[in-house]
Every structure is written in C-alpha cells, then in structure tokens.
C-alpha cells in the first residue's frame, strides 16, 4: 500500500483535533500530508523527515505536532 494511500484514508481535516488548530499549524499539518503523499516506503521513517522539514519551515516547535498527532489519534479512537 501506497503512503499516499494511508494518509488520505486515516489524516482527517475535519476532525475536532484539526479544527482546534491555528490557521498556520493547519497548514503545516496539510504540508506534512502532502510531503508524504510523494513517498513510498517506511511510513515512520517518512513521516518523521515531513514533520522535521515542515517544523523547520514553518519555524514550529515539532512538540506541538506530537501534541497534535496524539490529540488526532485519541480522538480517532474515541479516547
């Protein structure tokens, strides 16, 4: 299966966690969709290099992803 694949079936823009977020972490979140969308291979390992170039490029703490990407997670599973 494809990345690009598991992204747009898993990273929801229209979940709370999403909604809850800056205009600019919004975008940064849809950055790090797009990066990995181009990709094949080990979802961890391309997902970490997205985060860390769009964190660098939109100067954000990568805290707040993990903070995002853990909030979207509970939230997906009904936490």
């Known amino acids: ?36 969308e181009k990709e094949t291979g080990d979802i961890i390992v391309k997902f970490e290099n997205a985060v860390n170039k769009v964190a660098e490029f939109h100067n954000i703490n990568k805290e707040k992803f993990n903070e995002y990407f853990d909030n979207e997670i509970k939230e997906q599973l009904g936490e």
């Open 1 to 36: 299966m494809q990345v690009s694949k598991i992204v747009k079936e898993n990273l929801l823009t229209n979940s709370q966690s999403f909604m809850d977020l800056s205009p600019i972490m919004k975008e940064a979140v849809n950055d790090i969709s797009k990066l990995i």
